[in-house]
């Protein structure tokens, strides 16, 4: 039995797989806010999903842990986690101790992209582009995640696509954040609402000219990150994740459409077949939560060869 | 002993390469037209490197081509190569037969990319971003290069990065290569000239209002592709080559203006440090010539696991 969980701002989702990958558990809780709180949410959450029905009989073998913010290559460390009020984190050394199986983190994206290449099949290349205040991607090819030199590996938020777009937090113009990410989109609306890129949409069907603006550049975005992806790691698939995905298929027709029109002008874009190689990421699917069992799990293999 | 060969426009560039690497033997004759001249080239070139002092005590033990064109994954077929008049070619069923030994094939450009990847010391992970009439990238990291899943891993010429830039031969606007393609450059200046980016260059340098723009639209278009490559495969490198690479300084300190001027305005963008981490390949490398010997020894080695 390996645990993996998927740390949010908000929310922590725990799952318990077996042996063939199946699911057999699953609880979520608050995630507490501050370095203290993280490491009582993890150690709270994987005792509750130890008496879970189902999990309660089999012993746990490793947790796999997937948190926002950057993680140190080969570390447990945690850097710049923002959204949980931690500035650094050695969630390894603060867990494995009283877990006593070994201990895996991953920035959460990138667990994501993991547990959706073994939701989508398990076989082949993909991306996961995860749509929520930000815009980022985890390339996995053949089950393996591509981790790059320096930690920006799938950073295609950041890659501008206009010179005179919108500026980005990140003092460039024109990014694909910039456009897509719902940070960006709720900061340019301006207006007051739980649901800010859906009020957008809705605005955008009643006529506002502004709001039909921002759903364009949403449209636009994506679009330019899918195509950057394939024409790039030439990905067979992306799937699309996080928040702004709640939108369903009025975020998926935009995007098909956008890319269509693109194959319309250009019969090299129209041979890459871009609008049936997107597809989203089921509703409610515990991604990255998955993703960060099959880290922990790696993290457990090492541990086996090392110790021979 | 194995021998790599890039088969170019109009040149066929051939080395021998020893146990340790290290090239002993090299040749250069005239590319034929069409595909009986070119297995005739192939055929002449093998034949003339056998006869170099240096290489004629040793046995070839395998021999590998790179050549411009798309190459059927995991065949010896060679499809749309029209530089070279060759519409559909089997180039290993034409030459294994008669050289006798196994035979390998592969896009000229990720045949650079691997000879590249060697020179510049074979570790960590690069990507080569070939400046020629077209721009495409190859992706290495620790000696593997990316293939990708449909044959289009690294066309990063072929990302727009900004909607109203110049219209691009494959039907978009803004296109990187529209911008820093020696074709699209050579296209746009319309004057007549053996070496129109350098032209463009001098033009510019004396004052030119419409070289000094194509000049600068050259150092974005290359600029671009770096933070692409960086962005999405987060390789430690970005080495340059192809033809235009023969400008040397006068390219290379306009994209690192370029780079830093982004650095400037975008606190993310310096801390990626990109200006150090391009690199010209040294002028007159035969990094495609020795990829293409690696890629034909991997062929050896395949046969030698197959045949026990």
Redesign the interface.
């Known amino acids: 039995m390996k645990v993996g969980l998927d740390v949010g701002g908000t929310k922590t989702d725990a799952v318990a797989v077996d042996a063939s990958g199946t699911i057999v558990g699953r609880v979520r809780l608050a995630t507490g806010w501050g370095a203290d709180a993280v490491i009582g949410t993890v150690l709270t959450a994987v005792r509750a999903l130890g008496a879970e029905p189902g999990v309660a009989d089999d012993v746990i073998r490793s947790v796999g842990i997937g948190i926002p913010g950057q993680i140190e290559p080969g570390t447990g460390r945690v850097v710049h986690a923002v959204n949980l009020g931690v500035d650094e984190l050695d969630l390894v050394a603060a867990t494995a101790p009283t877990l006593g199986v070994p201990v895996g983190v991953e920035n959460d994206v990138k667990a994501a992209a993991l547990g959706a290449f073994a939701l989508h099949g398990g076989s ?2 993909m991306a996961y582009l995860n749509l929520g205040t930000g815009v980022a ?1 985890g ?1 996995v090819s053949e089950g393996s995640l ?11 938020g ?7 777009g919108p500026l ?1 937090r ?3 113009r024109g990014c694909i954040e910039a456009l897509a990410g719902g940070g960006a989109i709720a900061e340019r609306w301006a207006r007051s609402g739980a649901l800010p890129v859906r009020d957008v949409f809705d605005a955008a069907d009643a006529g506002d000219t502004r709001a039909r603006e921002l759903r364009a550049g949403l449209a636009r975005g994506v679009a ?1 990150a899918v ?10 698939a992306v799937v699309f994740g996080g928040g702004i995905t709640a939108l369903g298929d009025r975020l998926m027709s935009d995007v098909r459409a956008e890319l269509a029109a ?1 194959a319309e ?5 129209r041979s ?1 077949h871009l609008e049936e190689r997107v597809e989203l990421l089921p509703a409610g699917s515990p991604a990255a939560a998955l993703g960060a069992a099959l880290i922990g799990a790696a993290r457990d293999a090492e541990g086996a060869l090392t110790h021979g």
Chains 1, 2 share one sequence.
């Open positions: 082949g290349s991607a390339i591509w981790r790059g030199a320096r930690g920006t590996a799938g950073e295609v950041h890659i501008s696509i206009d010179p005179n980005c990140c003092g460039q330019a195509r950057v992806l394939v024409l790039t790691a030439d990905v067979d693109s002008a250009s019969p090299f874009m890459l």
